[in-house]
């Protein structure tokens, strides 16, 4: 039966001598200290993710002071800056992965910067 098939409908040969970066594109650069990351809305998560595992392992804590970034590396400690307030947060998790938002904070990082009566406040990232 499989003779069968391969006679009438051929497989042309594969070609594996293409580049790498084709199929994986390198990393970002890594991030320079103190200069602004990226600028844009915030947004934060908390009681239906608290203890729930995070990108990196480790066990969400909605009251501690972390956030998800898409592209910087765990542990990357970034200043949080919404109007006159600043809060750092260590990178644990990724996201966020809704619209155009460049942060995901912890429901207490958002606090800590009084954001959460706001939602999804414009906020400036500096990293450490």
Known sequence: MLSVLLALFPFPAFDFNFPLEDMFPPPPPPPVEGVTWGCGTASWYGTGFHGNLTANGETYN???????????????????????????????????????????????????????????????LSVL
């Not at 109007?83 to 606090?111: C, F, H, K, T, W």
Request: proline residues 5%; charged residues 20%; contains cysteine.
């Open 62 to 124: 909605q009251w501690s002071m972390t956030a998800a970034h898409k592209t910087l590396p765990f542990g990357t400690k970034v200043v949080v800056n919404y109007g006159e307030r600043e809060v750092q947060v260590r990178i644990n998790d990724r996201g966020p992965y809704v619209g155009d938002r460049v942060i995901d904070l912890s429901r207490a990082a958002m606090e800590a910067l009084g954001g959460v009566s706001v939602g999804t406040p414009h906020v400036c």
